[in-house]
């Protein structure tokens, strides 16, 4: 009888870690979630943190003054998404009748203005079902020509201090593997491996090593790319930055382990925690510098109703 006991304790055991290996995470439902932290109806999330007191503590960071471009060019030669477009148009604008012979030019950009590039994604940009960030409903806030709440033009001038997590380095790499998922202890023994750990309000990011691809493997940098997972973004989201970002397409592993996820750490930041996220940033010269540190600036483009912004951050020491 014991035996029999036995054998019926170790199956249900069993069966019951079969179930649990095959649950995938689930998003919070909306009563889970909202209000955000910083109040019903807003609409800054993590830009809230950003104030004088801020901008000075990223201000006495600088000790050298030497400055690192963070941003992609702009070109048609780029990665993007599957959709999307860059093209530039130029156009011979003026060519005045005066005795000093003033010619002009211009140009005509045709794009995502929001998702390309070095790209900056507020709140707009990613949904749970049909809700947004603070619980917004698509159908009250989306119109034809832009978001009425939630858009980009809301975020402003951001300057706090920046913090890069070289994980590439820890792992011993130039360039992580394209299935690598950066777990949360990557992120820790990274940043015990820099004598370094995050405050709130940090704009946090991650060297992937995956950028050394940008305009040299476009399919291969697009079509996939380490990135954090589920654990390591909600470990993140309990540190309070402001920002997150990296050196790869979307910031998490793509396309994710798990196949019945899509994407889930732009939800838990943008959607579930109300923090922005930065894509396609150029960090390689930070990680050759090991500068690992700085004041970071970056201002999105004042898109009325846009979901993000092609940006070009730049880092201060």
């Given at each position: 009888m014991r035996a029999t006991m036995t054998l019926i304790?170790?199956?249900?055991?069993s069966f019951g870690s079969n179930i649990a290996s095959a649950q995938s995470?689930?998003?919070p439902a909306d009563n889970q979630r909202c209000p955000s932290k910083w109040g019903n109806g807003d609409q800054r999330g993590s830009g809230n943190h950003m104030k004088?007191?801020?901008v000075l503590r990223a201000a006495r960071l600088i000790?050298?003054?030497e400055t690192f471009e963070l941003g992609r060019v702009l070109s048609e030669s780029m990665p993007l998404s599957a959709g999307r477009r860059f093209e530039v148009l130029t156009k011979r604008s003026r060519m005045d009748p005066g005795s000093n012979h003033r010619?002009?030019?211009?140009?005509?950009?045709?794009?995502?203005?929001g998702q390309v590039g070095t790209q900056f994604d507020t709140f707009s940009h990613q949904m749970i079902g049909t809700s947004l960030y603070n619980c917004f409903k698509l159908d009250d806030i989306a119109s034809?020509?832009?978001?009425t709440k939630l858009g980009v033009e809301n975020v402003g001038a951001l300057m706090t201090r920046g913090v890069m997590i070289d994980v590439a380095v820890l792992k011993g790499m130039e360039m992580l593997p394209n299935t690598y998922e950066i777990t949360a202890q990557d992120l820790q023994q990274a940043l015990t491996r820099q004598k370094l750990t995050l405050q709130p309000g940090d704009g946090v990011v991650i060297h992937t090593g995956w950028g050394?691809?940008?305009g040299k493997e476009n399919a291969r940098y697009q079509a996939g790319s380490p990135g954090i997972g589920v654990a390591a973004a909600e470990w993140l989201a309990r540190q309070d930055p402001m920002l997150v970002g990296s050196d790869n397409t979307a910031v998490e592993i793509s396309p994710n382990p798990d196949s019945r996820l899509a994407g889930p750490v732009h939800q838990i930041m943008l959607?579930?925690?109300g923090i922005h996220l930065l894509e396609n940033l150029k960090l390689d010269e930070l990680a050759a510098r090991q500068v690992y540190e700085f004041a970071l600036i970056v201002e999105p483009l004042k898109i009325q109703g846009g979901t993000g912004s092609t940006v070009a951050p730049i880092a201060i020491h």
């Open positions: 304790l170790g199956a249900v055991l995470w689930q998003p004088p007191e801020t000790r050298t003054g010619g002009s030019n211009e140009e005509l950009v045709v794009a995502e203005m034809r020509t832009g978001f050394k691809l940008w959607v579930i925690n």
